[in-house]
């Protein structure tokens, strides 16, 4: 658990050493909403019936922009193959990195997109909706984006691969975290939307960390 | 390991099992051609004209073998691939990339004909269809699975990534299934719906059969075919390959 901690409080510092990255990846959350209206029109109508799903797209995008950094500066400087050398279980080391990938990436686009939903005419209800959406959804995208991450580490032309990887594993999450938004507007209740979008994030909790440790032994072998 | 198990696995050897899918190959194909003559004709000349659908239903005897054939291709691959992890085995990475393309063929064939199935029976190529669209993410899954090996230079790396990769797949893909199968169902009520089709004949049944028969023996020729070529290419360096009749030509 201490070497837990340890991971995320050091990923979190790398972070806040190099605020411009995870600044960039927020700022292109916010240009991507706000590019759909201009590109759709202005009707408040339309623009309510898109948000949910224009808001979790634009989330994929900006938390895909930051998955390739997660091993790559580890990798190059040799801190990744200590941890897989380290005594503690490389999974509990990888799930730091990824919680720490999430407070980063995950967490503030979960802050923000009450700002946005508001510029989608989204009422009180529904924005409370999304930010839980949201909050169950990021987990479940840094999980599944580290095992893409670990897969395309050192690989050529890794970017566009991983999100070729990546993005097809992110509809369920994108399907019941839009989902759960629309069924709350359309009178449904948001419940069973939020339940499987929390059965995923549980799965993907034990699942991933453990195809992501497989991934990176071959990729450092 | 014991020694009972090296015979167990004598053809996991690259070296035996090159002559073994060679002497398999012709035979797949023989199978190819009598399930392909059977169904071809009996769904072209005995399967009687639907009522409601006309002729034009007819593509349905090659839209759904390759429906079925994309998906237990998947399973199939990811077999192999699992299989490869758990014993290291060369040739199972090896299967796992020789049935890929094969895959991706049968999930774009399926897209494909269902696209001209689409146009006259609902009016429209493409709908935002459960089975459509998740046929369309494993299409996707496949792309990413054949761009990930080719992405990677090292092909024991390649495999073994690949593996994890298919694995990974697999699990997802009864969740982006049903995932896809509620938010279509949530979204538009079920205006066109492929379960809604007429009692089949049986006639029609049979000829499905004998085509998807002919298309799964089409699909392990054509990888015996291409796991030879990657044997080849893969054991270039050994004494056996070079010692090879047609390598020698």
């Given at each position: 658990?201490?070497?837990?901690?340890?991971?995320?409080?050091?990923?979190?510092?790398?972070?806040?050493?190099?605020?411009?990255?995870?600044?960039?990846?927020?700022?292109?959350f916010?240009?991507?909403?706000?590019?759909?209206?201009?590109?759709?029109?202005?009707?408040?109508?339309?623009?309510?019936?898109?948000?949910?799903?224009?808001l979790?797209?634009?989330a994929?995008?900006?938390?895909?922009?930051?998955?390739?950094?997660?091993?790559?500066?580890?990798?190059?400087?040799?801190?990744?193959?200590?941890?897989?050398?380290?005594?503690?279980?490389?999974?509990?080391?990888?799930?730091?990195?990824?919680?720490?990938?999430?407070?980063?990436?995950?967490?503030?686009l979960v802050l923000l997109a009450p700002v946005l939903g508001?510029?989608?005419?989204?009422?009180?209800?529904?924005l409370?909706?999304l930010m839980?959406?949201l909050?169950?959804?990021?987990?479940?995208?840094?999980?599944?984006?580290?095992?893409?991450?670990?897969?395309?580490?050192?690989?050529?032309?890794?970017?566009?691969?991983?999100?070729?990887?990546?993005?097809?594993?992110?509809?369920?999450?994108?399907?019941?975290?839009?989902?759960?938004?629309?069924?709350?507007?359309?009178?449904?209740?948001?419940?069973?939307?939020?339940?499987?979008?929390?059965?995923?994030?549980?799965?993907?909790?034990?699942?991933?960390?453990?195809?992501?440790?497989?991934?990176?032994?071959?990729?450092?072998? | 390991?014991?020694?009972?198990?090296?015979?167990?696995?004598?053809?996991?050897?690259?070296?035996?099992?090159?002559?073994?899918?060679?002497?398999?190959?012709?035979?797949?194909?023989?199978?190819?051609?009598?399930?392909?003559?059977?169904?071809?004709?009996?769904?072209?000349?005995?399967?009687?004209?639907?009522?409601?659908?006309?002729?034009?239903?007819?593509?349905?005897?090659?839209?759904?073998?390759?429906?079925?054939?994309?998906?237990?291709?998947?399973?199939?691959?990811?077999?192999?691939?699992?299989?490869?992890?758990?014993?290291?085995?060369?040739?199972?990475?090896?299967?796992?990339?020789?049935?890929?393309?094969?895959?991706?063929?049968?999930?774009?064939?399926?897209?494909?004909?269902?696209?001209?199935?689409?146009?006259?029976?609902?009016?429209?190529?493409?709908?935002?269809?459960?089975?459509?669209?998740?046929?369309?993410?494993?299409?996707?899954?496949?792309?990413?699975?054949?761009?990930?090996?080719?992405?990677?230079?090292?092909?024991?790396?390649?495999?073994?990534?690949?593996?994890?990769?298919?694995?990974?797949?697999?699990?997802?893909?009864?969740?982006?299934?049903?995932?896809?199968?509620?938010?279509?169902?949530?979204?538009?009520?079920?205006?066109?719906?492929?379960?809604?089709?007429?009692?089949?004949?049986?006639?029609?049944?049979?000829?499905?059969?004998?085509?998807?028969?002919?298309?799964?023996?089409?699909?392990?020729?054509?990888?015996?075919?291409?796991?030879?070529?990657?044997?080849?290419?893969?054991?270039?360096?050994?004494?056996?390959?070079?010692?090879?009749?047609?390598?020698?030509?």
């Amino acid at each position: 658990m201490k070497a837990l901690l340890a991971v995320i409080r050091r990923d979190l510092l790398l972070a806040a050493r190099r605020k411009s990255e995870v600044l960039t990846a927020l700022f292109f959350f916010v240009i991507v909403t706000s590019l759909f209206p201009l590109g759709i029109g202005p009707e408040p109508a339309l623009l309510k019936k898109i948000a949910p799903g224009v808001l979790w797209v634009a989330a994929l995008l900006a938390t895909m922009l930051g998955l390739n950094r997660l091993f790559a500066a580890d990798h190059a400087d040799g801190t990744l193959e200590q941890m897989v050398l380290s005594p503690t279980p490389l999974g509990l080391l990888v799930g730091g990195k990824v919680a720490a990938h999430w407070l980063v990436s995950g967490l503030p686009l979960v802050l923000l997109a009450p700002v946005l939903g508001l510029q989608f005419d989204l009422d009180a209800g529904a924005l409370g909706v999304l930010m839980i959406a949201l909050l169950l959804g990021t987990p479940l995208l840094s999980l599944i984006g580290a095992i893409g991450a670990a897969l395309t580490l050192g690989v050529r032309g890794g970017g566009v691969l991983l999100s070729l990887l990546v993005l097809p594993l992110y509809v369920p999450a994108l399907i019941f975290g839009a989902g759960a938004v629309e069924a709350h507007i359309s009178g449904l209740g948001a419940g069973g939307h939020l339940s499987l979008l929390a059965a995923l994030l549980a799965l993907a909790v034990f699942f991933a960390p453990w195809a992501t440790t497989a991934a990176l032994r071959i990729a450092l072998e | 390991m014991s020694n009972r198990l090296v015979h167990w696995f004598k053809f996991a050897s690259p070296q035996s099992f090159y002559p073994l899918a060679g002497k398999m190959i012709p035979w797949f194909w023989a199978l190819t051609a009598v399930f392909g003559v059977a169904g071809l004709w009996l769904s072209f000349f005995v399967a009687p004209t639907d009522a409601t659908q006309g002729e034009g239903y007819r593509i349905i005897f090659v839209h759904v073998p390759t429906s079925w054939m994309s998906m237990f291709i998947y399973l199939v691959m990811a077999a192999w691939a699992g299989l490869g992890l758990a014993l290291n085995t060369r040739l199972s990475g090896m299967m796992a990339s020789a049935l890929a393309p094969t895959g991706a063929l049968m999930a774009f064939l399926s897209l494909w004909t269902g696209a001209f199935w689409g146009k006259p029976m609902w009016g429209t190529w493409w709908v935002w269809d459960a089975r459509l669209t998740s046929e369309l993410i494993l299409f996707f899954l496949y792309l990413g699975f054949i761009a990930l090996q080719a992405a990677i230079d090292d092909p024991r790396r390649a495999d073994r990534a690949g593996a994890i990769l298919a694995l990974v797949g697999v699990v997802n893909v009864p969740i982006i299934y049903f995932s896809v199968q509620w938010w279509n169902t949530l979204h538009q009520g079920a205006s066109v719906s492929v379960n809604k089709a007429p009692a089949m004949a049986q006639t029609m049944l049979w000829g499905m059969l004998l085509m998807a028969l002919c298309f799964w023996m089409y699909s392990i020729a054509v990888a015996l075919m291409r796991v030879r070529a990657i044997i080849l290419e893969r054991e270039a360096h050994t004494e056996w390959v070079k010692d090879l009749a047609e390598v020698k030509r």
